[in-house]
């Protein structure tokens, strides 16, 4: 699959596409919300992977920014406060609790990914 990672710890960042590509996944990164929409105008995403507390918009917005283009682009949501909310059961979110491990992320790929 090819993924597409926004988080704006760099050290996260780097680890997270790391554990994706080593689960054999192409992977892009990008540091804040605005790179992740620039990104996804210009290519074509599997997954969306975003933290929820990014410097410029908050993970949630730009879901919602994501979902008004692309609305079947599963979402994978992290963070280290609990979960979000807004999404109801819609079953392409999922949420992945910081910090998190390489099962923790096959396991959220897996659910948002089985339609």
Do not use: W
């Amino acid at each position: 699959m090819r993924l597409l990672v926004c988080e704006d710890d760099f050290l996260i960042l780097m680890n997270t596409a790391e554990m994706l590509r080593e689960l054999g996944h192409e992977v892009e990164e990008a540091a804040d919300g605005r790179s992740a929409l620039a990104a996804l105008a210009d290519d074509a995403f599997d997954v969306l992977l975003t933290d929820v507390g990014l410097p410029d918009m908050n993970g949630v917005e730009l879901a919602h920014r994501v979902r008004a283009t692309t609305p079947d682009l599963p979402i994978i949501f992290a963070s280290g406060l609990g979960d979000v909310e807004g999404f109801g059961d819609d079953a392409s979110v999922a949420f992945v609790q910081k910090p998190y491990t390489m099962p923790a992320l096959e396991m959220a790929l897996a659910a948002v990914t089985r339609r």
